[in-house]
């Protein structure tokens, strides 16, 4: 059976280690000094080189050759026998299987013999932040006090999960993640030596792909190679590893500048239909939009790792988007990313198809890009989409409220809706300030130290309460963070698509533009769920009622008859009644 490439070109001496040469080269000049520690730590990604450092230096420490620089030879017994795993010397433990105090009271018992054949016994635990703590005090007092015949390497991925008493008891090297640069040079010496062909730009999508991960990049070569093709290019890479092509992502970005929000949906749906991952597409979004921002904001294309053609997109759609655009962008794609793990039935990309249109869609007002912008150039929002800066005309029977991710500073919209930060009408839009009313709508102004959010007063029963639809628009933006952590991303993806805020008596209405949504919300759990954070935002009791934007408003409640007069109550009563609120159970002795 042939063996894996990963395993084939696995490092062998220390000038054979790519991308870690501050630690090889320490390691090596320790070795030449006699400067040798008891105990290291290598700490990093995966598949950067901490194991096959581990085993290099094992070699280096036992090699026979008496040339402190040749070392480790490759060519003596004790050299060979690590290469081909049979040196009894070196102990390799997996602590995420072998994690328990039982393995290491065993170690300890068995450390004190001397070595078989080598000059050291070498001990390597691989993840050693795995075992228990009870483990790591049991190997604490080996460390502290070991045999002058052994040295520990301890590998992990996660050093803050080591107990600092045994990272203080070690040398710790941490590895760098493997530049893409790097990576590229590598795969092509192994192509080359296995008499194979592959197109540069396919190389450089395969190191891409593997994140800094050495080990990763030549798997990923090994499987494509297996294809058998003559070349392999670089439609082969995307298409088995399940990319999308950076011109079609431009083209994206591009269709969300241009409000088309009919051509984002139709792109979206055919890459879907290829086959396309959906994680991996809105990864590769992210990155886009990210390498957009920071063209825009830094000014240095030539730091991006990607082809030049790819580049001179990303440099002209830089100069056409304003960065708090960008921002928003990033952080509805982002949101999608994580809500794919909730995916809908039968339309498991709606999380994209949401971002997108959160994104895209034109804002109601109809200001033009040209002062969108303007005050995305001048200033940023901390959160991405803060609440827009409305005058608002005299107190009125009071208009439904329109939702929108954020507009520019306009005066009411037509129809007396008020643009606020949250539903689906997003577009590339700056985030501007807090909403402010007119004066004699004003309420007086809070005293220092006063909380931000105050409860809403309620309105008798029967009236429209204005009050209640003010500060439902100002925390919108609050509402929706706090809906994600009590009911869940599905339900916060489902609010993200309500278009207007109402109140219809003293019930807050929410207008959604799909049926789906408001389904999923109307639901009698998941709606008392919202009621429930409606009304720990606003600092009182809320009821919610769903419904469809252009759909008649719902009828208010009926209100109940009036009651017959209330007895009296007196002393006794009342003590009685104050006693139970206290949760004192009365009882009538006979």
């Known amino acids: 059976m042939s063996q894996a490439l990963y395993r084939k070109w696995r490092s062998q001496t220390f000038e054979d280690v790519v991308g870690q040469e501050h630690v090889a080269i320490t390691l090596r000049n320790a070795l030449r000094d006699g400067r040798l520690s008891h105990a290291y730590l290598f700490t990093g990604p995966r598949g950067t080189g901490k194991t096959s450092l581990a085993r290099i230096l094992a070699k280096a420490i036992n090699c026979l050759d008496p040339d402190l620089k040749a070392r480790p030879c490759n060519h003596c017994a004790i050299c060979t026998a690590i290469t081909e795993g049979r040196q009894l010397d070196l102990i390799e433990i997996d602590a995420a299987s072998n994690r328990g105090i039982d393995e290491i009271?065993?170690?300890?018992?068995?450390?004190?013999?001397?070595?078989?054949?080598?000059?050291?016994?070498?001990?390597?635990?691989?993840?050693?932040?795995?075992?228990?703590?009870?483990?790591?005090?049991?190997?604490?007092?080996?460390?502290?006090?070991?045999?002058?015949?052994?040295?520990?390497?301890?590998?992990?991925?996660?050093?803050?999960?080591?107990?600092?008493?045994?990272?203080?008891?070690?040398?710790?090297?941490?590895?760098?993640?493997?530049?893409?640069?790097?990576?590229?040079?590598?795969?092509?010496?192994?192509?080359?030596?296995?008499?194979?062909?592959?197109?540069?730009?396919?190389?450089?999508?395969?190191?891409?792909?593997?994140?800094?991960?050495?080990?990763?990049?030549?798997?990923?070569?090994?499987?494509?190679?297996s294809y058998g093709d003559e070349m392999l290019e670089l439609a082969r890479v995307e298409k088995v590893l399940g990319l999308v092509n950076a011109g079609t992502i431009g083209k994206l970005v591009d269709l969300m500048k241009a409000n088309d929000a009919g051509g984002g949906l139709a792109l979206l749906n055919e890459m879907v239909a290829e086959g396309v991952e959906l994680g991996q597409l809105a990864d590769q979004i992210v990155a886009y939009l990210r390498a957009v921002l920071f063209v825009r904001v830094a000014r240095a294309p030539e730091l991006l790792d990607l082809p030049q053609d790819v580049v001179a997109v990303i440099a002209r759609q830089a100069e056409a988007l304003p960065p708090a655009a960008l921002l928003i962008a990033l952080r509805e794609f982002m949101d999608a990313r994580g809500a794919l793990r909730d995916q809908v039935p039968g339309v498991p990309q709606l999380p994209l198809e949401l971002a997108f249109l959160r994104a895209a869609l034109p804002q109601a007002g109809g200001q033009g890009d040209k002062e969108t912008g303007r005050q995305g150039d001048k200033e940023t929002s901390r959160q991405g989409a803060a609440a827009p800066t409305v005058s608002q005309p005299p107190p009125a029977p009071v208009p439904a409220v329109t939702l929108e991710r954020a507009a520019p500073t306009v005066g009411a919209a037509p129809g007396g809706r008020t643009p606020v930060p949250g539903g689906t009408g997003a577009a590339f839009a700056a985030p501007t300030g807090a909403v402010t009313i007119s004066p004699t709508q004003r309420a007086p102004a809070a005293p220092a130290g006063a909380p931000a959010t105050q409860p809403a007063p309620e309105s008798?029963?029967?009236?429209?309460?204005?009050?209640?639809?003010?500060?439902?628009?100002?925390?919108?933006?609050?509402?929706?963070?706090?809906?994600?952590?009590?009911?869940?991303?599905?339900?916060?993806?489902?609010?993200?698509?309500?278009?207007?805020?109402?109140?219809?008596?003293?019930?807050?209405?929410?207008?959604?533009?799909?049926?789906?949504?408001?389904?999923?919300?109307?639901?009698?759990?998941?709606?008392?769920?919202?009621?429930?954070?409606?009304?720990?935002?606003?600092?009182?009791?809320?009821q919610v009622r769903c419904g469809l934007v252009g759909e008649a408003p719902p009828p208010p409640p009926a209100q109940a008859p009036p009651s017959a007069p209330a007895r009296g109550v007196n002393d006794d009563d009342a003590f009685l009644q104050g006693a139970r609120e206290l949760g004192a159970v009365v009882k009538k002795l006979e």
Not at 507 to 528: I, K, P, Q
Request: proline share 4%; net charge neutral.
């Open 105 to 225: 009271r065993d170690l300890r018992e068995k450390i004190g013999f001397r070595p078989s054949e080598a000059r050291y016994k070498v001990y390597i635990i691989d993840e050693v932040h795995m075992l228990t703590k009870e483990a790591f005090n049991a190997l604490l007092k080996t460390l502290e006090e070991p045999p002058p015949h052994a040295i520990f390497v301890l590998a992990t991925t996660e050093p803050d999960r080591v107990p600092e008493t045994v990272r203080s008891r070690c040398q710790r090297f941490d590895f760098r993640r493997i530049p893409t640069a790097e990576i590229v040079e590598h795969l092509s010496r192994i192509v080359e030596a296995e008499g194979a062909k592959a197109a540069p730009e396919a190389l450089v999508a395969i190191a891409r792909r593997a994140t800094g991960s050495m080990r990763d990049a030549i798997s990923l070569l090994d499987q494509l190679l």
């Open 460 to 542: 008798a029963p029967g009236e429209r309460d204005a009050g209640l639809l003010q500060a439902a628009q100002a925390n919108w933006d609050r509402f929706l963070t706090t809906a994600g952590k009590r009911c869940g991303m599905k339900v916060q993806a489902a609010l993200r698509s309500v278009h207007e805020l109402d109140v219809v008596g003293q019930t807050l209405v929410l207008r959604f533009t799909h049926a789906f949504a408001r389904d999923l919300v109307s639901g009698a759990e998941n709606r008392g769920q919202v009621e429930l954070v409606w009304s720990e935002v606003l600092g009182r009791k809320v």
